[in-house]
């Protein structure tokens, strides 16, 4: 039987083919800075915005829609994350946004939702 990490990396997995097949450039993947992590870092080819982008993956739906489970608290520890990036990389005050990807794996083809500019930065 799957573990909760191994439904998440496959999450992960498939959420970063369908942005790379969507026009996205994978710049980092589980990005950490101090305690917070972001899934995902990318740009639209072409593009100067990042996009930080939080991946959640559910094998059912007993405990509801992957991206209902993105609370206050998980959103100031990606715009942390975000801002580490960003000062890491010579960036701050670059255009960015927070995206999110949810995942279904229920037995047949994933079923992939991308949510553009999912919340703003406080």
Known sequence: MATTNDIGD?????????LDGAGYEILARNY??????VDLVCRE????????????????TGFGAPEASITAKKRAAL???ARGYL??????????R????AVMLTGGPPEVQHYENAFWAD
């Open 45 to 60: 080819t072409g593009a100067e915005e990042y996009v930080f982008v939080e991946v959640k993956t559910r094998s059912g």
């Open 32 to 37: 950490r800075h101090s305690r917070n992590e």
């Open 10 to 18: 496959r999450g992960e997995e498939i959420a970063a083919a369908h």
């Open 98 to 101: 927070f995206d999110v990807v």
């Open 87 to 96: 000062h890491e990389h010579g960036a701050e005050g670059a255009p960015a």
């Open 79 to 81: 715009q942390h994350a």
